[in-house]
């Protein structure tokens, strides 16, 4: 089994700056693309940004120029840095991972269990 821990949000004001954090842990051999997505009452969960294990980068067009994803492979850890905060940004982030938990399975696709960025003055 694999587990996604998300950290770092919170309440900020517009403008203002978070990081987020997701590290997997449990039976790895590798991760694939790891990402972020957020979700608001009533609609779908959307795409924020996404990173492969080579460092090839794909965003949101919302967030583009202010968020940028990056991973630690050592620590198979994502971030998301979020700048110039828009209210609209407010969500619930989830992680995702693209794991493969032994050298001979397939991939899988995990979920953290999300983690709450208010964006409010």
């Known amino acids: 089994q694999v587990q996604l821990v998300e950290s770092g949000g919170g309440l900020v004001q517009p403008g203002g700056s978070l990081r987020l954090s997701c590290a997997a842990s449990?039976?790895?051999?590798?991760?694939?693309?790891m990402g972020w997505y957020r979700q608001v009452p009533g609609k779908q969960r959307e795409l924020v940004a996404t990173?492969?294990?080579?460092?090839?980068?794909n965003y949101a067009d919302s967030v583009k120029g202010r968020f940028t994803i990056s991973r630690d492979n050592a620590k198979n850890t994502v971030y998301l840095q979020m700048n110039s905060l828009k209210p609209e940004d407010a969500a619930v982030y989830y992680c995702?991972?693209?794991?493969?938990?032994?050298?001979?399975?397939?991939?899988?696709?995990?979920w953290g269990q999300g983690t709450q960025v208010t964006v409010s003055s």
């Open positions: 449990g039976s790895i051999f590798s991760i694939n693309a």
């Open positions: 995702n991972a693209r794991v493969r938990p032994r050298p001979d399975s397939v991939e899988y696709n995990y």
């Open positions: 990173i492969t294990s080579g460092g090839s980068t």
